[in-house]
């Protein structure tokens, strides 16, 4: 079957597509077919200007409601058509595991970013990540992505996670109203936008090392103007972290 190209790429004379383009329907129905599969939304994106909205405006938003469909119901359920940030960056939380570089975000030891296909975000971990007057928020929060023997640092946990309209929560007004300064040089992998310290803040409770399974004073994490979550922890042996989970 021929497919008849329906649109034009009037970007510059060297645009890879001037010939024409597909039209979104077909587009939408072959990345369907593919399951939203995400290298190649993201390879369709660099392409030119025109898929890289089509891309933003539709394929990632299918994507997410796709990979995680009862949370993506929720974030939107206060009567917004988008959510905080953009698609394509709340796309690449749900499957990257950003890691640390030296001198960077955590100080930690280097451990590159990599993708995670599969992660469980929870409504209810979120809470324990919140102080109880802030716990009317609403944060999805994922598994640590586990790093295990990494030298000194021990076993460490990446953690990532998404307030639903953050820009309205208890937790932004605090961090505001407490004067908490944003990162000077390092911005969130998934929006670029710029990083609060929930650590520098004071905001981290005893309750989100227990969910973490985590030692308590080695967890850190931070949160961006779109409300993306990033964090790490370094993780206890295997037999003291179940003896946390019966405690909590």
Not at 24 to 31: C, G, R, W, Y
Not at 48 to 70: M, N, Q
């Amino acid at each position: 079957m021929i497919i008849t190209k329906q649109y034009r790429c009037i970007h510059s004379a060297s645009c890879m597509c001037t010939k024409g383009h597909l039209s979104e329907d077909v587009i939408f129905l072959l990345l369907q077919h593919l399951n939203w599969n995400p290298k190649i939304i993201a390879t369709l994106s660099c392409v030119c200007k025109w898929f890289d909205d089509l891309v933003k405006r539709v394929l990632w938003k299918e994507f997410c409601r796709t990979r995680a469909p009862k949370m993506m119901q929720d974030l939107q359920s206060s009567g917004s058509h988008s959510v905080d940030g953009n698609w394509s960056s709340l796309g690449k939380l749900l499957i990257y595991c950003s890691g640390c570089k030296k001198d960077g975000l955590f100080n930690k030891i280097y451990i590159p970013g990599h993708f995670a296909y599969r992660t469980r975000f929870s409504r209810t971990s979120g809470k324990s990540f919140l102080l109880p007057n802030c716990r009317t928020d609403v944060l999805y929060v994922s598994d640590p992505c586990e790093h295990l023997d990494q030298g000194e640092e021990g076993d460490v946990g990446f953690f990532r996670g998404v307030f639903k309209s953050f820009a309205t929560s208890k937790v932004r007004k605090m961090l505001v109203r407490r004067g908490a300064k944003f990162h000077p040089t390092e911005f969130c992998p998934y929006c670029k936008g710029k990083l609060w310290s929930m650590l520098q803040a004071k905001m981290i409770p005893q309750s989100a090392s227990c969910r973490l399974g985590a030692y308590e004073d080695c967890i850190e994490y931070y949160v961006c103007l779109n409300g993306h979550v990033l964090g790490v922890c370094t993780l206890l042996p295997l037999s003291d972290s179940e003896e946390v989970s019966e405690l909590e």
